[in-house]
């Protein structure tokens, strides 16, 4: 997983001019060793200090004219940094006691902050890190995946969300340090890495998913991640981007569950726009959320059992039965039955004049029933 040692964001905010460096993925070990390896020099250059200007200390327990030596060094340098300090051994020379003032005890608070401050920072750093992964992959199943995060992928995200699903239950996987920031300022959990490895995919815990959403920027990338998704997970669904339409056959043989052309989507868009502005401008209210309508898929209510798809006060455009789309004028459904589910078009809020049946508890007309 992406490294998150910082709490995740809980805005959409974008900082602007802020360089971000990737941090090195190093162990707690290697972390400690480092830092016992600073702290050992700063020892080592202490005793040289001493025993270099051996002749300033007086040692209080030796007889007079007896020196102090390489032993006596390293034990003045240990109980000084250590801030034990039982005044045995002390500078008698204006010089060395300078020294200590401005050389050793600098030294001193170097030492106490490196070997304690940081190494007590790198364990909970770590500690919590470690604890937060493995809490999130304990929760993880049933999530969707969405691989790539650019204009696509953050759009798919939006909607997915706002029609109820928690950020929490959202993985995202890119490449780009730009894609990773991006996601952790939305509050989503990342997997950094080339989507059409097995491994980046398995961190991402493709193989437990219920939903992939595949929106990178190449048809042959979305093609070879398609492939590799379907071989981690036979029964996961799948819905990926093409840019050209020549190769939806081929996304679809390579198990995507169902394929959007975004350029051909696109154009059509422009085209019925120039034709006909008024149409242009109801698709596109059709594809913003939460204003005006919206195109939902609803379970059939049991008031609704038995009557033809233009009675209900949701315009029906189609009909899923037996996990078939029909179209609300197909002679297959002329009468809706239990166990259908509608796909409508209906108000994105709920209004007085405007009502959206089937989601105020009303009992379903499912299989079970």
């Known amino acids: ?79 000084t940094l250590s801030t034990t300090g039982y005044g045995d051994i002390a500078p008698v020379a204006p010089h060395a006691r300078l020294i200590n003032a ?3 005890t600098p030294l001193r608070i170097a030492f106490l902050v490196l070997l304690i401050g940081t190494t007590l920072e790198v364990l909970a750093s770590q500690g919590r890190r470690m604890f937060r992964i493995a809490r999130w992959r304990k929760r993880m199943g049933a999530h969707v995946v969405v691989i790539g995060y650019g204009t696509k992928g953050r759009a798919a995200v939006d909607t997915i969300v706002n029609n109820g699903l928690t950020r929490e239950s959202i993985v995202v996987v890119d490449p780009g340090a730009e894609a990773l920031q991006e996601a952790h300022a939305d509050g989503l959990a990342v997997v950094t890495g080339d989507a059409t490895r097995r491994d ?72 019925l726009s120039s034709l006909s502005p008024t149409l242009g401008q109801v698709m596109e209210d059709l594809l913003t959320y939460g204003e005006g309508l919206e195109v939902a898929e609803r379970d059939l209510i049991v008031s609704e059992v038995g009557k033809q798809p233009q009675q209900l006060p949701d315009q029906v455009i189609s009909v899923v039965r037996d996990e078939k789309v029909y179209r609300y004028f197909d002679p297959v459904v002329t009468q809706l039955a239990r166990g259908d589910r509608l796909i409508v078009v209906r108000p994105a809020r709920e209004l007085p004049w405007a009502p959206r049946p089937g989601t105020h508890n009303e009992e379903l007309a499912t299989d079970d029933d």
């Open 1 to 79: 997983m992406a490294d998150d040692s910082s709490e995740i964001g809980q805005g959409t905010g974008r900082s602007v001019g802020l360089i971000s460096l990737p941090d090195p993925v190093q162990s707690p070990l290697w972390q400690l060793g480092k830092r016992l390896l600073l702290a050992l020099a700063i020892l080592f250059g202490t005793v040289l200090i001493v025993y270099l200007d051996r002749g300033a200390y007086r040692d209080g327990n030796d007889p007079p004219g007896y020196g102090v030596n390489l032993v006596d060094s390293i034990y003045y340098t240990t109980v």
């Open 102 to 104: 401005f050389v050793i």
């Open 200 to 271: 980046v995919l398995r961190r991402a815990g493709v193989g437990e998913a219920d939903q992939v959403i595949i929106t990178t920027n190449r048809d042959d990338s979305n093609v070879l991640a398609t492939l590799t998704v379907r071989q981690l997970n036979p029964e996961v669904w799948i819905v990926a981007a093409c840019r050209e339409q020549e190769n939806v056959a081929l996304m679809r043989q390579s198990g995507a569950n169902s394929v959007i052309t975004s350029s051909d989507a696109v154009g059509r868009l422009l085209g």
